[in-house]
């Protein structure tokens, strides 16, 4: 539907966009390339691996054993495992250049590192037996993604690494999956050394992005809007603008707009020329039950699984007529955590809420100016976020 209301704006632009100057226009190669193109491209090395799940989906992940340079430090390095939130992909922590880009950052200072992709994205959609047209593919939410997901991968990682734990980073919808699976999965958090938080999200009860109008609907009316399969995937239409017209100076705000509906930007703090990037990797999509779920967390404040619309469905899945509430309490993993005041997902309200259940907090940061993607993307995020992130991985490196 978003797309469809977007084309129809272009449409009107076309024929100002055909008398324009095209001296205006440079496209980054790295906006038609995929994760692996471009990392390669920026002179790093890369290992593509395929996980399976326990019920079968098979993950896209991505592995950058070490640094452009001969790094110092001796082998094996430490391991270091970036999420991404939700309609994203891997591609956010490689999308600016590599001075900006926090996995190229944690492979020139000498971590091993990988970057998962969360089931239904544009790198992960696949499965043993099910088929991506149909609808049992895309019945899946966070809980599966927290319960099989990321089990899957770190087991995967430690096996291939020969490393017993690893350092956990996640933004976002990365965070929510891992607060879920570090406090149901106990042998699972022993192998987590430090969980970094940036943009944490449990409860969206004061969330103010525009997704927060999906909980007005129904079931049935989400339903009918948007099907019961692929929500918001990238396209052929995301991957024309991109490389048409976002390349344009005259375009990346109307781009950044687009782009950023759901999770609003800061200009200023934006590297606007890598438009045509941002917007040729994103959004990546997820299952419209995701979406369910989220609408849910908004109606409900609370920190839960999903509610499958029926006690029958819910006695099934939970051995319960309701979802369980998920407890945060109960995880033990070392917690570092950033939010942003400015915002629009990860309200500041709903992190202030968070903080106090985390038994394990060991540093905390709160960013007056920072919006929900400059945790990935903001000019100064090296500054506000990755220096203190590596510290903290050097000092528990130490003891």
């Known amino acids: 539907m978003w797309q469809l209301l977007a ?115 544009t790198w992960s959609r696949k499965h043993l037996k099910l088929s ?31 490393q017993e734990r690893l350092f956990y980073v996640g933004h976002s919808q990365g965070t929510t999956i891992a607060f879920i699976a570090f406090s149901t999965n106990p042998e699972l958090a022993k192998r987590i050394k430090i969980f970094f938080a940036l943009a944490p999200v449990i409860t969206v009860k004061y969330t103010q992005s525009p997704l927060k109008r999906l909980a007005i609907l129904s079931r049935q009316v989400l339903k009918a809007l948007f099907g019961d399969k692929i929500f918001y995937s990238h396209s052929w239409f ?37 438009m045509d990037v941002y917007l ?37 899945h939970f051995n319960q007529l309701t979802p369980p509430l998920y407890n945060v309490t109960k995880m033990e993993v070392p917690t570092a955590v950033w939010n942003g005041g400015q915002d629009l997902v990860a309200d500041p309200k709903d992190v202030q809420n968070l903080l106090p259940k985390i ?3 060991i540093y905390y940061k709160w960013i007056p100016h920072y919006n929900h993607v400059d945790f990935y993307l903001g000019k100064d995020a090296p500054k506000e976020i990755y220096q203190d992130l590596i510290s903290l991985m050097e000092q528990c490196l130490q003891n």
């Open 238 to 274: 995301n991957q024309f603008i991109a490389t048409k017209f976002c390349n344009q100076k005259l375009f990346h705000r109307i781009c950044s707009n687009f782009l950023f509906t759901l999770s609003g930007f800061d200009p200023s703090n934006l590297n606007v020329s890598r």
């Open 132 to 162: 991506p047209k149909s609808s049992e593919y895309w019945a899946f939410s966070l809980d599966e993604m927290a319960k099989y997901d990321l089990p899957a991968t770190i087991d995967f990682i430690i096996k291939k690494t020969g």
């Open 7 to 121: 084309a129809a704006c272009w449409m009107l632009l076309l024929g100002y966009i055909r008398g324009c100057d095209k001296k205006g226009r440079t496209t980054n190669p790295e906006a038609n390339m995929n994760i692996s193109q471009i990392i390669s491209y920026w002179g790093y090395p890369y290992e593509k691996h395929d996980v399976v799940t326990e019920d079968g989906y098979v993950l896209g992940i991505y592995r950058i054993p070490h640094g452009k340079g001969c790094s110092s430090r001796t082998a094996p390095k430490p391991v270091v495992y970036l999420q991404h939130g939700l309609i994203a992909s891997a591609s956010n922590w490689i999308c600016n250049l590599p001075n900006n880009s926090l996995a190229f950052l944690l492979a020139d200072t000498g971590y091993d590192v990988w970057m998962g992709n969360s089931r239904g994205n």
């Open 359 to 361: 038994s394990n907090l």
């Open 280 to 316: 040729s990797q994103s959004p990546a999509g997820t299952s419209v039950q995701n979406m369910l779920h989220w609408a849910q967390a908004v109606n409900s404040g609370q920190f839960q699984a999903f509610d499958w619309g029926n006690p029958n469905q819910n006695k099934m």
